[in-house]
Protein backbone atom coordinates (compact mmCIF):
# COMPACT_ATOMS: atom_id res chain seq x y z
CA UNK A 1 0.00 0.00 0.00
CA UNK A 2 1.56 3.50 -0.86
CA UNK A 3 1.79 6.42 2.11
CA UNK A 4 -0.88 8.39 0.03
CA UNK A 5 -3.45 5.45 0.02
CA UNK A 6 -2.37 5.33 3.99
CA UNK A 7 -2.93 8.46 4.40
CA UNK A 8 -6.04 8.61 2.71
CA UNK A 9 -7.25 5.84 4.94
CA UNK A 10 -6.00 7.23 7.68
CA UNK A 11 -8.31 10.65 7.39
CA UNK A 12 -11.55 8.86 6.46
CA UNK A 13 -10.75 6.89 9.90
CA UNK A 14 -9.94 10.43 11.65
CA UNK A 15 -13.01 11.96 10.23
CA UNK A 16 -15.15 8.74 11.62
CA UNK A 17 -13.78 8.72 15.00
CA UNK A 18 -13.85 12.69 15.32
CA UNK A 19 -17.59 12.95 14.51
CA UNK A 20 -17.94 10.08 16.91
CA UNK A 21 -16.36 11.81 19.72
CA UNK A 22 -18.34 15.14 19.46
CA UNK A 23 -21.60 13.25 19.51
CA UNK A 24 -20.02 11.48 22.46
CA UNK A 25 -19.43 15.05 24.63
CA UNK A 26 -22.66 16.89 23.43
CA UNK A 27 -24.68 14.31 25.12
CA UNK A 28 -22.25 13.27 28.04
CA UNK A 29 -22.12 16.98 30.52
CA UNK A 30 -25.68 16.93 30.11
CA UNK A 31 -26.44 13.44 31.32
CA UNK A 32 -26.50 14.33 34.52
CA UNK A 33 -28.66 17.50 34.29
CA UNK A 34 -31.42 15.49 32.39
CA UNK A 35 -31.10 12.67 35.11
CA UNK A 36 -31.66 14.60 37.79
CA UNK A 37 -34.91 15.91 35.80
CA UNK A 38 -36.42 12.33 35.78
CA UNK A 39 -35.76 11.81 39.63
CA UNK A 40 -32.52 10.42 39.69
CA UNK A 41 -30.13 11.20 42.96
CA UNK A 42 -26.52 10.48 42.64
CA UNK A 43 -25.72 7.42 43.17
CA UNK A 44 -28.16 6.59 39.75
CA UNK A 45 -25.95 8.93 37.85
CA UNK A 46 -23.31 7.39 39.03
CA UNK A 47 -24.51 3.94 37.44
CA UNK A 48 -25.55 6.19 34.39
CA UNK A 49 -22.01 7.02 33.60
CA UNK A 50 -20.53 3.81 34.43
CA UNK A 51 -23.44 1.83 32.24
CA UNK A 52 -20.92 2.73 29.07
CA UNK A 53 -17.97 1.42 30.51
CA UNK A 54 -19.83 -1.70 31.44
CA UNK A 55 -21.18 -2.23 27.90
CA UNK A 56 -18.03 -0.96 26.29
CA UNK A 57 -16.19 -4.15 28.18
CA UNK A 58 -18.55 -6.49 27.78
CA UNK A 59 -18.33 -6.00 24.25
CA UNK A 60 -15.17 -4.85 23.30
CA UNK A 61 -13.47 -8.47 23.01
CA UNK A 62 -16.84 -9.69 20.80
CA UNK A 63 -16.03 -6.70 18.65
CA UNK A 64 -12.57 -8.06 17.93
CA UNK A 65 -13.01 -11.42 17.49
CA UNK A 66 -15.67 -10.67 15.09
CA UNK A 67 -13.49 -8.40 12.95
CA UNK A 68 -10.81 -10.56 13.18
CA UNK A 69 -12.70 -13.24 10.95
CA UNK A 70 -14.91 -10.77 9.10
CA UNK A 71 -13.03 -7.75 8.65
CA UNK A 72 -12.71 -4.57 10.51
CA UNK A 73 -15.07 -2.18 8.10
CA UNK A 74 -18.45 -3.67 8.76
CA UNK A 75 -17.79 -3.83 12.29
CA UNK A 76 -16.70 -0.26 12.10
CA UNK A 77 -19.79 0.40 10.37
CA UNK A 78 -22.07 -1.52 12.73
CA UNK A 79 -20.46 0.12 15.89
CA UNK A 80 -20.54 3.71 14.39
CA UNK A 81 -24.51 2.48 13.88
CA UNK A 82 -25.11 1.57 16.54
CA UNK A 83 -24.00 4.70 18.65
CA UNK A 84 -26.33 6.55 16.14
CA UNK A 85 -29.37 4.59 17.68
CA UNK A 86 -28.00 5.48 21.29
CA UNK A 87 -27.84 9.30 20.84
CA UNK A 88 -31.53 8.47 18.96
CA UNK A 89 -32.08 7.37 22.33
CA UNK A 90 -30.64 9.71 24.55
CA UNK A 91 -33.00 12.42 22.69
CA UNK A 92 -36.27 10.83 23.26
CA UNK A 93 -35.77 9.58 26.16
CA UNK A 94 -38.59 10.76 29.11
CA UNK A 95 -37.53 8.11 31.63
CA UNK A 96 -34.58 6.83 33.39
CA UNK A 97 -35.29 3.55 31.79
CA UNK A 98 -34.61 4.94 28.59
CA UNK A 99 -31.58 6.64 29.46
CA UNK A 100 -30.34 3.24 31.19
CA UNK A 101 -30.38 1.98 27.45
CA UNK A 102 -28.91 4.52 25.85
CA UNK A 103 -26.07 4.24 27.84
CA UNK A 104 -25.93 0.49 27.56
CA UNK A 105 -26.28 1.15 23.36
CA UNK A 106 -23.75 3.77 23.48
CA UNK A 107 -21.30 1.35 25.44
CA UNK A 108 -21.71 -0.92 23.18
CA UNK A 109 -20.96 1.26 20.08
CA UNK A 110 -18.08 2.39 21.74
CA UNK A 111 -16.85 -1.34 21.92
CA UNK A 112 -15.07 -0.72 18.55
CA UNK A 113 -12.23 1.28 19.93
CA UNK A 114 -9.98 -1.70 19.91
CA UNK A 115 -10.98 -2.75 15.97
CA UNK A 116 -10.28 0.91 14.97
CA UNK A 117 -6.78 0.46 16.44
CA UNK A 118 -6.57 -2.89 14.26
CA UNK A 119 -7.20 -1.28 11.73
CA UNK A 120 -4.54 1.27 11.90
CA UNK A 121 -2.65 -2.07 12.83
CA UNK A 122 -3.18 -3.48 9.59
CA UNK A 123 -2.95 -0.22 7.49
CA UNK A 124 -0.01 1.46 8.54
CA UNK A 125 3.98 -0.33 8.98
CA UNK A 126 4.54 -1.54 12.44
CA UNK A 127 7.18 1.57 12.96
CA UNK A 128 4.48 4.05 12.34
CA UNK A 129 1.84 2.86 14.45
CA UNK A 130 2.23 4.73 17.69
CA UNK A 131 2.59 8.25 15.41
CA UNK A 132 -0.85 7.15 13.42
CA UNK A 133 -2.58 6.39 16.57
CA UNK A 134 -1.28 9.77 18.23
CA UNK A 135 -3.07 11.18 15.08
CA UNK A 136 -6.44 9.02 15.53
CA UNK A 137 -6.52 10.26 19.24
CA UNK A 138 -5.59 13.92 18.17
CA UNK A 139 -8.93 13.89 16.54
CA UNK A 140 -10.70 12.54 18.79
CA UNK A 141 -9.35 15.29 21.51
CA UNK A 142 -10.43 17.85 19.13
CA UNK A 143 -14.47 16.45 19.57
CA UNK A 144 -13.64 16.85 23.09
CA UNK A 145 -12.95 19.95 22.68
CA UNK A 146 -15.76 21.31 20.61
CA UNK A 147 -18.09 18.45 21.74
CA UNK A 148 -19.45 20.14 25.08
CA UNK A 149 -19.93 23.53 23.48
CA UNK A 150 -21.94 22.21 20.34
CA UNK A 151 -24.33 20.50 22.66
CA UNK A 152 -24.65 23.37 25.27
CA UNK A 153 -25.55 25.02 22.20
CA UNK A 154 -28.47 22.79 20.56
CA UNK A 155 -29.95 22.08 24.80
CA UNK A 156 -30.95 25.76 24.55
CA UNK A 157 -33.10 25.11 21.64
CA UNK A 158 -34.59 21.83 23.01
CA UNK A 159 -33.94 19.19 25.74
CA UNK A 160 -34.00 16.50 22.67
CA UNK A 161 -31.89 18.66 20.43
CA UNK A 162 -28.45 17.30 21.52
CA UNK A 163 -29.16 13.73 21.00
CA UNK A 164 -31.62 14.13 18.00
CA UNK A 165 -28.24 16.63 16.43
CA UNK A 166 -25.11 13.58 17.56
CA UNK A 167 -27.81 10.86 16.12
CA UNK A 168 -27.86 13.16 12.32
CA UNK A 169 -24.01 13.37 12.76
CA UNK A 170 -23.70 10.03 13.44
CA UNK A 171 -25.89 8.84 10.41
CA UNK A 172 -23.81 10.89 7.97
CA UNK A 173 -20.61 9.21 9.35
CA UNK A 174 -21.92 6.00 8.47
CA UNK A 175 -22.43 6.94 5.22
CA UNK A 176 -19.41 8.82 4.41
CA UNK A 177 -17.12 5.23 5.99
CA UNK A 178 -19.68 3.22 4.41
CA UNK A 179 -18.47 5.37 0.97
CA UNK A 180 -14.75 5.75 1.46
CA UNK A 181 -13.36 3.20 4.05
CA UNK A 182 -11.93 0.40 2.78
CA UNK A 183 -11.55 -2.73 4.09
CA UNK A 184 -7.71 -3.00 5.94
CA UNK A 185 -7.78 -6.93 7.09
CA UNK A 186 -6.60 -8.99 3.98
CA UNK A 187 -8.97 -12.16 3.09
CA UNK A 188 -5.34 -13.81 3.79
CA UNK A 189 -5.38 -12.65 6.83
CA UNK A 190 -9.13 -13.17 7.64
CA UNK A 191 -9.06 -16.78 6.15
CA UNK A 192 -5.97 -17.69 8.82
CA UNK A 193 -8.24 -16.34 11.56
CA UNK A 194 -10.82 -18.47 10.58
CA UNK A 195 -8.68 -21.47 10.37
CA UNK A 196 -6.67 -20.87 13.38
CA UNK A 197 -7.23 -22.59 16.93
CA UNK A 198 -8.96 -20.15 19.28
CA UNK A 199 -9.12 -19.51 22.59
CA UNK A 200 -12.18 -18.33 24.45
CA UNK A 201 -12.19 -14.65 25.48
CA UNK A 202 -13.04 -15.72 29.21
CA UNK A 203 -9.54 -17.61 28.86
CA UNK A 204 -7.60 -15.38 27.17
CA UNK A 205 -8.96 -12.55 29.57
CA UNK A 206 -8.03 -15.05 32.39
CA UNK A 207 -4.24 -15.31 30.69
CA UNK A 208 -3.65 -11.62 31.17
CA UNK A 209 -3.81 -12.00 34.98
CA UNK A 210 -2.15 -15.97 35.05
CA UNK A 211 0.65 -14.61 32.98
CA UNK A 212 1.30 -10.99 33.42
CA UNK A 213 4.68 -11.30 32.44
CA UNK A 214 3.95 -12.14 28.38
CA UNK A 215 5.23 -9.22 26.16
CA UNK A 216 1.60 -8.11 25.11
CA UNK A 217 0.26 -8.91 28.66
CA UNK A 218 2.90 -6.40 30.19
CA UNK A 219 2.20 -3.61 27.87
CA UNK A 220 -1.68 -4.23 28.43
CA UNK A 221 -0.58 -4.15 32.18
CA UNK A 222 0.58 -0.77 31.90
CA UNK A 223 -2.20 0.87 29.94
CA UNK A 224 -4.87 -0.14 32.35
CA UNK A 225 -3.09 0.31 35.45
CA UNK A 226 -2.03 4.08 33.64
CA UNK A 227 -5.96 4.92 32.68
CA UNK A 228 -7.17 3.60 36.46
CA UNK A 229 -4.89 6.36 37.45
CA UNK A 230 -6.14 8.82 34.53
CA UNK A 231 -9.44 8.40 35.05
CA UNK A 232 -9.69 8.34 38.94
CA UNK A 233 -7.46 11.91 38.66
CA UNK A 234 -10.78 12.65 36.11
CA UNK A 235 -13.32 11.61 38.79
CA UNK A 236 -12.22 14.07 41.27
CA UNK A 237 -10.87 16.93 39.00
CA UNK A 238 -13.45 19.47 39.33
CA UNK A 239 -14.16 19.31 42.80
CA UNK A 240 -10.64 19.39 43.58
CA UNK A 241 -10.05 22.51 42.02
CA UNK A 242 -13.99 23.55 43.40
CA UNK A 243 -12.87 23.20 46.90
CA UNK A 244 -9.00 24.51 46.20
CA UNK A 245 -9.37 27.73 43.74
CA UNK A 246 -13.11 28.19 43.88
CA UNK A 247 -14.06 26.90 39.93
CA UNK A 248 -17.29 26.77 38.99
CA UNK A 249 -19.16 25.52 36.40
CA UNK A 250 -19.05 28.61 34.29
CA UNK A 251 -15.18 28.43 34.54
CA UNK A 252 -14.10 25.01 35.01
CA UNK A 253 -14.72 24.11 31.06
CA UNK A 254 -11.52 26.33 30.41
CA UNK A 255 -9.41 23.52 32.28
CA UNK A 256 -10.92 21.27 29.82
CA UNK A 257 -10.10 23.06 26.93
CA UNK A 258 -6.31 23.69 28.18
CA UNK A 259 -5.73 20.09 28.88
CA UNK A 260 -7.28 19.32 25.23
CA UNK A 261 -5.50 21.88 23.08
CA UNK A 262 -2.27 20.00 24.76
CA UNK A 263 -3.69 16.92 24.16
CA UNK A 264 -4.29 18.11 20.10
CA UNK A 265 -0.79 19.95 19.60
CA UNK A 266 1.10 16.66 21.68
CA UNK A 267 -0.53 13.50 19.39
CA UNK A 268 -0.71 15.99 16.01
CA UNK A 269 2.41 17.26 16.02
CA UNK A 270 5.21 16.35 18.25
CA UNK A 271 4.38 12.40 18.93
CA UNK A 272 5.34 11.56 15.61
CA UNK A 273 9.16 13.02 15.43
CA UNK A 274 9.31 11.46 19.41
CA UNK A 275 8.75 7.86 17.87
CA UNK A 276 11.18 8.54 14.82
CA UNK A 277 13.89 10.30 16.97
CA UNK A 278 13.91 7.95 20.65
CA UNK A 279 11.79 4.47 19.23
CA UNK A 280 8.09 3.58 20.66
CA UNK A 281 9.08 1.99 24.31
CA UNK A 282 11.14 4.80 25.17
CA UNK A 283 8.59 7.32 24.63
CA UNK A 284 5.80 4.76 26.52
CA UNK A 285 8.30 5.38 29.31
CA UNK A 286 8.61 9.02 29.49
CA UNK A 287 4.92 8.77 29.21
CA UNK A 288 4.83 7.31 32.09
CA UNK A 289 7.35 9.39 33.91
CA UNK A 290 5.36 12.33 32.96
CA UNK A 291 2.02 10.93 34.05
CA UNK A 292 3.56 10.47 37.81
CA UNK A 293 5.35 13.56 37.56
CA UNK A 294 1.92 15.13 37.06
CA UNK A 295 -0.44 13.27 39.65
CA UNK A 296 2.22 13.81 42.08
CA UNK A 297 2.76 17.12 41.77
CA UNK A 298 -0.67 18.35 41.62
CA UNK A 299 -1.95 18.91 44.96
CA UNK A 300 1.00 21.28 46.13
CA UNK A 301 0.41 23.88 43.65
CA UNK A 302 -1.51 27.02 45.64
CA UNK A 303 -1.82 29.40 42.15
CA UNK A 304 -3.44 28.86 39.15
CA UNK A 305 -0.47 29.55 37.41
CA UNK A 306 1.70 27.35 39.07
CA UNK A 307 -1.07 24.47 38.55
CA UNK A 308 -1.26 25.26 34.97
CA UNK A 309 2.45 24.44 34.37
CA UNK A 310 2.00 20.67 36.85
CA UNK A 311 -1.33 19.93 35.02
CA UNK A 312 0.62 19.93 31.47
CA UNK A 313 2.09 16.86 32.70
CA UNK A 314 -0.80 14.74 32.38
CA UNK A 315 -2.19 15.57 28.42
CA UNK A 316 1.93 15.46 27.65
CA UNK A 317 2.42 12.31 29.54
CA UNK A 318 -1.32 10.33 28.08
CA UNK A 319 -0.10 11.59 24.78
CA UNK A 320 3.24 9.48 24.89
CA UNK A 321 1.71 6.48 27.15
CA UNK A 322 -1.51 5.28 25.15
CA UNK A 323 -0.87 5.68 21.81
CA UNK A 324 2.90 3.73 22.45
CA UNK A 325 0.93 1.06 24.24
CA UNK A 326 -1.64 0.29 22.09
CA UNK A 327 1.07 0.04 19.56
CA UNK A 328 3.26 -2.35 21.31
CA UNK A 329 0.10 -4.86 22.02
CA UNK A 330 -0.52 -4.84 18.18
CA UNK A 331 3.55 -5.50 17.84
CA UNK A 332 2.99 -8.49 20.35
CA UNK A 333 -0.14 -9.52 19.28
CA UNK A 334 -0.60 -13.57 17.94
CA UNK A 335 -1.07 -13.66 14.12
CA UNK A 336 -4.54 -13.50 13.31
CA UNK A 337 -5.60 -12.31 16.80
CA UNK A 338 -4.87 -8.57 16.81
CA UNK A 339 -8.26 -7.55 17.61
CA UNK A 340 -9.08 -9.83 19.91
CA UNK A 341 -6.20 -9.05 21.83
CA UNK A 342 -6.96 -5.34 21.44
CA UNK A 343 -10.25 -5.48 22.43
CA UNK A 344 -8.98 -7.42 25.88
CA UNK A 345 -6.73 -4.12 26.26
CA UNK A 346 -9.83 -2.15 25.87
CA UNK A 347 -11.88 -4.44 27.98
CA UNK A 348 -9.09 -3.89 30.35
CA UNK A 349 -9.30 0.00 30.01
CA UNK A 350 -12.57 -0.09 30.52
CA UNK A 351 -13.03 -1.98 33.94
CA UNK A 352 -9.89 0.82 34.62
CA UNK A 353 -12.19 2.90 33.89
CA UNK A 354 -15.13 2.32 36.07
CA UNK A 355 -13.00 1.10 39.37
CA UNK A 356 -10.88 4.85 38.84
CA UNK A 357 -13.13 7.43 40.03
CA UNK A 358 -15.10 5.39 42.48
CA UNK A 359 -12.24 4.54 44.77
CA UNK A 360 -10.83 7.85 43.95
CA UNK A 361 -14.12 9.49 44.83
CA UNK A 362 -13.86 7.58 48.18
CA UNK A 363 -10.81 8.81 49.04
CA UNK A 364 -11.56 12.70 48.15
CA UNK A 365 -14.13 12.48 50.38
CA UNK A 366 -13.00 10.37 53.36
CA UNK A 367 -9.16 11.02 53.13
CA UNK A 368 -8.50 14.31 51.97
CA UNK A 369 -8.33 16.22 48.91
CA UNK A 370 -4.75 15.19 47.30
CA UNK A 371 -4.62 11.68 48.46
CA UNK A 372 -6.35 10.13 45.49
CA UNK A 373 -3.55 12.06 43.01
CA UNK A 374 -0.77 10.79 45.68
CA UNK A 375 -2.38 6.98 45.13
CA UNK A 376 -2.49 7.86 41.74
CA UNK A 377 1.04 8.83 41.49
CA UNK A 378 1.66 5.43 43.74
CA UNK A 379 0.29 3.31 40.89
CA UNK A 380 1.86 5.39 37.74
CA UNK A 381 5.10 4.63 39.48
CA UNK A 382 4.12 0.97 39.22
CA UNK A 383 3.61 0.88 35.77
CA UNK A 384 6.55 3.29 34.88
CA UNK A 385 8.59 0.46 36.35
CA UNK A 386 7.23 -2.13 34.57
CA UNK A 387 8.19 -0.03 31.49
CA UNK A 388 11.33 0.92 32.27
CA UNK A 389 12.65 -3.01 33.83
CA UNK A 390 10.10 -5.45 32.07
CA UNK A 391 9.51 -4.13 28.74
CA UNK A 392 12.30 -5.15 26.15
CA UNK A 393 12.97 -1.78 23.50
CA UNK A 394 13.27 -3.95 20.40
CA UNK A 395 13.86 -1.07 17.93
CA UNK A 396 10.88 -1.77 15.98
CA UNK A 397 9.83 1.70 15.29
CA UNK A 398 13.45 2.99 14.92
CA UNK A 399 14.59 0.52 12.25
CA UNK A 400 11.59 0.40 10.30
CA UNK A 401 11.53 4.51 10.05
CA UNK A 402 15.33 4.19 9.24
CA UNK A 403 14.67 1.80 6.64
CA UNK A 404 11.89 4.22 5.08
CA UNK A 405 14.09 7.31 4.97
CA UNK A 406 16.64 5.01 3.23
CA UNK A 407 14.45 4.02 0.70
Known sequence: MTARATLARLGVLMGAVFVDMLGFLMVLPLLPFYAERM???ALTVGVLVSAFAFAQLATSPLWGRVSDRFGRRPVILAGLATSAVAYLLFGLAQSLTVLMLSRLVQGAGGGINGVIQ???????PAGERAKALGWLTAATSAGVMIGPVVGSLAATVSPAAPGLLAASLCLLNVFFAAWLLPESSSREARSQSEQAPRESIRRALRQIFSQPGAPAHRVIWIYAVGMMAFMAMNGVLALYLERRFHVTEATIGYFYTYVGLISLVMRALVLGPLI???????????????????LALFPIPNSLIVLAVVIALMPIGTSMLFP??????????????VGQTLGLQ?????????VGPIWAGALFQHAGWGVPFYVSAGLMAIAATISIFFVVDDGVGRRVVSAEQQA
Do not use: I, K
Open 39 to 41: GAD
Open 118 to 124: AYVSDAV
Open 276 to 294: TRLGEVPVLRWGSVAMFCG
Open 324 to 337: ATTSQVANHAVEGQ
Open 346 to 354: QAMGGVARM
